[in-house]
């Protein structure tokens, strides 16, 4: 049996393809809000989340809901970005059909590959949306040509090739079921919307069965405290209906649902009843995890399990332990860190936490750089004070040979810089599988490299191409451990006092290399104050002040001339960091330091490697 009256759709992307820009526009026409309300006026309405808005990225996957001549349609929308892959993966079992967004311009890129596989596996009708048809670069006949040839490489059944392709200006609010002749042309989403209706199927549902519904997502409120999200497969469920919930190793907890709720727009609508094919957050559950099946006591079978792709880096975070801890954060001790990250684990099921079997603190292993840096940036923000290591690549033992995650990665930059990051790629032991220019003056370039190579490649291509480089990366699968590359980075300058920096002792120092603090910036014995421009690691006296005498200088009214600092994100810091050195995070602060701070640690620790 079908629910008629509902289409539960994914949108899909690689990352900034439009998405959620047309989501808006969808959420906008549909009347979901009056005309006088804010968010008529608002852009990227779903990504509420701070650190979205900043970075202009979808980190968390979203559900709402609109609702077409008599139909509702429930939307989920998904990060763009591979690290977030997790929030894909473990949403797409809500959904009967998916809008696969690609640029006009960029066209397919890593991460449509991955959300498109993805989607075939799960058995999601496509429609394919050409977005951003108005971009001056705009080649959308050649995009669907790409298009295609991905479907032709990621399927073998033939009915996953027919697919209804939609052109739009996701930021206009505007869809065509044809290439019209001019951006110009008057249009709204009705073609989109159409095509939904027409296209993607009913939620196949089992009504004539108990109630079901595996937990796809997590959300918390101070006053109805865990819902439990995901869709209906059978049954019908009532308010204060008897259910069990059942964990993916069999054990059960026996429970009521309190409250049901469906979404609305970008609420949530309380219903004392829900059938099959709906899409419910459920409350009365607290101890609910991602994966879990909620059940009526009849069928306690569970669903089967959410399939992830494993974590390829990882790093070690503890309790901050620096001469400064504990000024700065209100959360400072290493038994909270370890109740902030038990709770992570309910929710961010793409990210794996386990304690350190090599000392104390946590590992931390996620997709990514960015998947680990979002978490970081998040316990900064909510008032943690932590240190991390260096990122490692996770290695595993395959057929008893060490193996390594390898990447395939596409950077596109200006025919200009084409040069630099072969010469850069070199270095890092890459192979180039592809090479092409385009009509912007731009060329993409496809490379296999190892995720250990790969690492700190932001700052390097950031610099080298003053910041006109991009580039995405898919993992490809686990290989034998290849070549380390060479190091890339200089030594570093180490503060051999603990104190507040002067503008004397920078103004002798920052010949030697480029400063990371400005004078007055309190820093310790063994924090790093700047980058060396030689190999080596330097000890500096940052705190050094000018000797005071009774003899009057005819300059001495002279300032010094002070080269501005080098300012780095949390990411940056990430790449910068090497072995023997950690990243201190505050609320207020990121410090880069090493591992043993005195000067005779240092020398000892090396003497024993």
């Not at 049954?235 to 469906?262: H, Y």
């Not at 103004?507 to 190999?535: C, H, K, W």
């Not at 000018?546 to 600092?565: D, M």
């Amino acid at each position: 049996m079908t629910n008629m009256n509902i289409r539960n759709i994914a949108i899909i992307a690689h990352v900034d393809h439009g998405k959620t820009t047309l989501v808006d526009g969808m959420l906008k026409q549909t009347h979901t809000f009056r005309d006088n309300q804010a968010e008529m006026e608002q852009t990227t309405i779903l990504d509420s989340n701070e650190l979205e808005r900043e970075r202009g990225i979808t980190i968390l996957a979203k559900n709402t809901a609109v609702r077409y001549k008599d139909t509702k349609i429930n939307i989920i929308d998904t990060p763009g970005h591979a690290d977030f892959a997790g929030e894909v993966e473990r949403v797409l079992n809500m959904a009967d059909g998916a809008l696969l967004i690609v640029d006009a311009a960029e066209g397919p890129l890593p991460q449509t590959k991955f959300v498109l596989k993805k989607a075939l596996q799960n058995g999601l009708k496509l429609i394919v949306v050409i977005n951003k048809i108005d971009k001056k670069d705009a080649r959308p006949q050649e995009i669907l040509n790409e298009t295609e040839n991905l479907f032709l490489n990621l399927t073998d059944n033939p009915d996953h090739l027919e697919f209804p392709v939609i052109y739009a200006i996701g930021r206009q609010g505007k869809a065509w079921n044809h290439l019209p002749s001019s951006p110009e042309e008057p249009a709204d989403l009705a073609p989109l919307f159409e095509t939904i209706l027409n296209t993607i199927p009913s939620p196949k549902v089992e009504n004539d069965k108990p109630f079901k519904m595996q937990v796809s997502s997590l959300d918390f409120d101070n006053y109805q405290g865990r819902y439990a999200i995901g869709k209906i497969v059978a049954g019908k469920l009532t308010t204060g209906q008897a259910l069990v919930l059942v964990s993916e190793t069999g054990e059960k907890t026996s429970g009521r649902a309190e409250k049901i709720f469906v979404h609305e727009g970008l609420g949530r609508t309380e219903v004392k009843e829900i059938a099959a094919g709906e899409i419910a957050a459920i409350t009365g559950f607290s101890g609910a995890k991602i994966g879990q099946t909620l059940a009526d006591p009849q069928d306690t079978t569970p669903l089967p399990s959410i399939k992830l792709e494993e974590p390829t880096i990882k790093i070690v975070a503890g309790a901050n332990s620096s001469p400064l801890a504990g000024r700065e954060g209100k959360f400072a001790t290493a038994r909270q860190l370890q109740d902030r990250l038990i709770r992570e684990k309910e929710t961010n099921i793409g990210m794996v936490i386990t304690e350190n079997p090599n000392g104390s603190g946590y590992v931390i292993a996620g997709r990514g750089e960015l998947h680990l840096s979002v978490l970081l940036e998040t316990l900064r923000r909510e008032g943690y004070e932590l240190e991390v290591g260096k990122p490692q690549v996770i290695v595993k033992d395959i057929d008893g040979v060490k193996s390594e995650p390898y990447e395939e990665l596409t950077i596109e930059i200006p025919e200009e810089f084409v040069g630099v990051i072969t010469t850069e790629m070199g270095k890092r032991k890459s192979q180039l599988l592809d090479m092409k220019p385009d009509n912007r003056g731009n060329t993409r370039m496809i490379y296999e490299i190892s995720s250990k190579n790969l690492l700190g490649f932001r700052n390097s291509i950031l610099s080298s191409t003053r910041g006109t480089g991009i580039f995405a990366s898919q993992i490809i699968g686990f290989r034998p451990q290849s070549e380390e590359s060479d190091r890339f980075r200089n030594g570093v300058l180490v503060a051999t006092e603990s104190g507040a920096a002067t503008g004397y002792a920078i103004n002798s120092i920052q010949d030697r290399g480029t400063m990371f603090i400005t004078p007055g910036v309190a820093v310790y014995e063994g924090m790093i104050v700047g980058l060396n421009s030689r190999e080596d690691d330097v000890d500096v006296n940052i705190c050094k002040e000018k000797a005071k005498t009774n003899v009057r200088s005819s300059n001495k009214e002279l300032g010094y001339v002070l080269t501005p600092p080098n300012t780095m994100s949390l990411e940056q810091m990430l790449d910068f960091l090497e072995d023997d050195e950690l990243l201190e995070i505050t609320p207020q602060n990121l410090r880069l330091r090493k591992k043993y701070l005195s000067k005779i640690d240092r020398v000892r620790q090396a003497r024993s490697n």
